[in-house]
């Protein structure tokens, strides 16, 4: 399965989402953010780092990039696309998720190894997990506390939208402690911990993160 | 720090200023507020107004 990796300008987690794609068995393929042919990939990853230099907000340019007017209609159409820490974002101002992530609550940078607890296994990204599976993989943000309105908040929790919360502390003050969501049809995920960064034991804190991938790869072979 | 005067509230944030060589017809506010409400702000997160000064 070919998987698209975009890399916007100061996007920095692209290698390690190819390489995640590779250890989940698929096969990564980059898309570079001025292009807009998505070169017939199964799945998209949006990557952390900081797109566009984060300039205006995180991920307020990116949307407007001409590899997100490919992706945008095509994730509304049911592409699988996931969004990690700055992708998040992007898929936030993209409007393709609801909600916005703002400075964290205690307006320090974080990076450190966080447990999160995946809540919602039927989306794309989440169903190679077990229902309530507690995973640790790398948390590093300045921007990650997800804020949306309260009538949004009930809707994300009545249709079961929150994929993922924060386990013990809630580290950037997001409501409700979500730590990722999906869109109503599944198929779109933003998560702002990084599982792209635990996918061995050798290089991250655990191999947690790889079920992220396996469970887009497996389900489409 | 010595200051002594009390405002009644104290406001901090982003201002963009643009500038146009004539003032903007209603079309031109329409789209400045377009772009205000799509690009220049995220109205999940944030309040705008919008000041014509001649």
């Known amino acids: ?221 | 720090m010595g200051f002594t005067f009390s405002p009644t509230s104290v406001r901090q944030g982003k201002s963009f200023i643009l500038t146009l060589d004539h003032l903007p017809s209603a079309a031109e506010l329409k789209e400045i507020e377009s772009a205000a409400t799509s690009l220049l702000s995220n109205p999940v997160i944030e309040t705008f107004t919008i000041r014509v000064e001649n």
């Open chain 1, 1 to 221: 399965m070919r998987v698209g990796v975009v890399t916007f300008p100061g996007t920095l987690d692209d290698h390690d989402a190819a390489r995640a794609v590779k250890y989940a068995g698929g096969e990564p393929v980059s898309l570079w953010h001025g292009d807009t042919d998505l070169q017939g990939v199964s799945g998209v990853i949006l990557p952390g780092g900081f797109s566009y230099g984060d300039y205006l907000r995180c991920g307020a340019i990116a949307r407007f990039s001409p590899i997100m007017n490919a992706i945008v209609p095509a994730a509304e159409n049911g592409l699988p696309v996931l969004g990690i820490c700055n992708g998040f974002q992007v898929l936030c101002e993209s409007h393709l998720l609801p909600g916005a992530l703002t400075r964290n609550v205690g307006l320090h940078f974080l990076c450190r190894d966080q447990e999160i607890e995946i809540v919602n296994k039927d989306s794309a990204w989440s169903n190679d997990f077990s229902t309530h599976q507690k995973i640790t993989i790398p948390l590093k943000n300045g921007e990650g506390s997800y804020q949306c309105d309260d009538k949004t908040l009930q809707q994300l929790e009545e249709n079961s939208q929150v994929i993922a919360r924060y386990v013990g502390v809630n580290p950037n003050g997001s409501r409700n402690a979500i730590a990722g969501i999906t869109n109503k049809k599944g198929n779109v995920v933003g998560i702002m911990p990084h599982p792209e960064h635990a996918i061995d034991s050798l290089t991250g804190p655990s191999a947690d993160g790889l079920a992220f991938f396996t469970s887009l790869v497996k389900a489409r072979v």
